[in-house]
């Protein structure tokens, strides 16, 4: 595998000696022996050369323990056990060519990937699998790594905050390395194939027709807000690599927590640390005239939903500094969010069927952003050019009433140029009597 990263250690309190009692080992008159001055001073310096003497050994021990720990430390790497596959039992290939894969803790709820989506994932977790690793690894050295891991995995599962602050993770349970090593095994296959799907819903409604078009090589700059490890900006690259080969991604993760950069640098990717509040930071930490496709998932609804978020938002979408928005959710309703964004004049295009048939009257997993200010909206592909979908039922969808899944893209019910429209303002208050 040949890939080590450094992961931030879990933090402990070291426990420190005092200092030494005054007047221990500094000399002063033997009032204990009755002895002469001058007696005194002799006793007392050869006390004082003593003491140098086992103060030089004590260097000596340390100088001695500091060069030989690193090769105690590599003696201990080799003999620690292999860390198996993370990923054993996630995908399982078919004779047909197709998988079956999980994307649960406990593989309860089987997907199937198509011929193209199986080996893409296969491919892609092949490349994380170093990461995992490195992060599995780095447990594993770790003295509290048992615990640290079992600690992880609640986390993951238990997701604390989620009562009291309305979020999955708070920021110290990011920098958690149990919860990092869980996160990279679940969410790398969760984003990957997400994102993927996204991508090729976007492609249809017409988002990469310029991209699609080009005649020469042209940069396609795709930034993840709120990104951690980067995944989804794997399945960018890869669908450019199919389907745009004109395009050259320039890929890169903005995150507050700072702990996935080494993660991101693992796998090929830019990272830099950014807060979802500073819109206005946004272009200048990227480094780019402008974010071709902007890609923003959980974040979104988790610490996006208020007033503050929609005005950057729109602001840099009618200015051209954001080109495109790729909304990557998992929740069906985001009405709060898109009544937002539209009262301030910017295009919705959904992704997904609006259920008709269905329990759930809304789905608004999968939303492109666009502003009609700032360039020509796109033009849905036509329906025997649109893409298949490579991971069916992804996000999951089998819930649905079968004429509104959207995977089974039947006839033309599947309108991609639909837009998005916010509600009419309520009607003022009558007068007082």
């Known amino acids: 595998d040949g890939v080590r990263i450094s992961l931030p250690k879990a933090s402990r309190k070291v426990s420190q000696l005092g200092r030494p009692a005054a007047g221990r080992g500094g000399g002063g008159m033997d009032m204990a022996s009755g002895r002469s001055d001058k007696y005194s001073r002799a006793r007392q310096g050869a006390r004082t050369m003593q003491m140098l003497d086992l103060g030089e050994e004590k260097q000596l021990q340390r100088q001695t323990a500091a060069a030989v720990a690193p090769k105690r430390k590599e003696a201990a790497r080799r003999k620690r056990e292999p860390v198996p596959d993370p990923f054993a039992g996630a995908v399982q290939a078919q004779e047909d060519g197709t998988a079956v894969y999980y994307q649960d803790r406990r593989k309860q709820w089987p997907y199937t990937a198509s011929a193209a989506g199986a080996s893409l994932l296969q491919r892609l977790l092949a490349e994380a699998t170093p990461l995992l690793r490195s ?218 069927r609006k259920p008709r048939h269905s329990r759930r009257p809304t789905d608004h997993r999968q939303l492109l952003y666009v502003s009609p200010t700032a360039g020509e909206l796109p033009t849905p592909l036509p329906q025997q050019e649109w893409l298949p979908c490579s991971f069916p039922n992804v996000p999951f969808e089998d819930q649905k009433a079968e004429a509104d899944k959207s995977y089974r893209q039947r006839g033309t019910a599947f309108d991609y140029s639909a837009e998005y429209a916010p509600p009419p303002p309520r009607p003022p208050p009558p007068p007082p009597p």
């Not at 003295?143 to 604390?160: F, S, V």
């Not at 830019?270 to 890609?295: H, Q, S, Y």
């Not at 609804?301 to 005005?311: K, L, Q, V």
């Open 135 to 352: 992060s599995l690894e780095a447990l594993q050295d770790d003295p509290d790594g048992a615990e640290l891991r079992r600690e992880g995995e609640r986390i993951y599962a238990q997701k604390p905050n989620m009562r009291a602050g309305g979020i999955t993770w708070s920021q110290e349970n990011y920098a958690h390395l149990g919860l990092q090593a869980e996160y990279l095994r679940l969410k790398s296959i969760q984003r990957i194939t997400e994102g993927t799907v996204a991508m090729e819903r976007a492609y249809n409604a017409g988002a990469f027709a310029a991209l699609r078009d080009a005649r020469t090589k042209t940069p396609f700059r795709v930034a993840s807000l709120g990104g951690g490890p980067g995944f989804e900006l794997l399945a960018v690259r890869e669908f450019c690599a199919a389907r745009l080969p004109q395009a050259e991604p320039q890929l890169l993760s903005l995150d507050l927590q700072g702990a996935w950069r080494p993660c991101c640098e693992a796998l090929g990717l830019r990272f830099e640390v950014w807060d979802v509040m500073d819109g206005d930071g946004l272009l200048g930490k990227t480094g780019w005239p402008a974010i071709d496709l902007a890609v923003i998932s959980y974040v979104y609804y988790h610490y996006m939903s208020n007033e503050h978020c929609a005005d950057w938002l729109a602001r840099l979408l009618h200015a051209g500094a954001v080109k495109a928005v790729l909304i990557i959710s998992r929740f069906e309703d985001l009405s709060q969010n898109l009544d937002a964004v539209a009262r301030r004049g910017v295009h919705v295009v959904p992704l997904m």
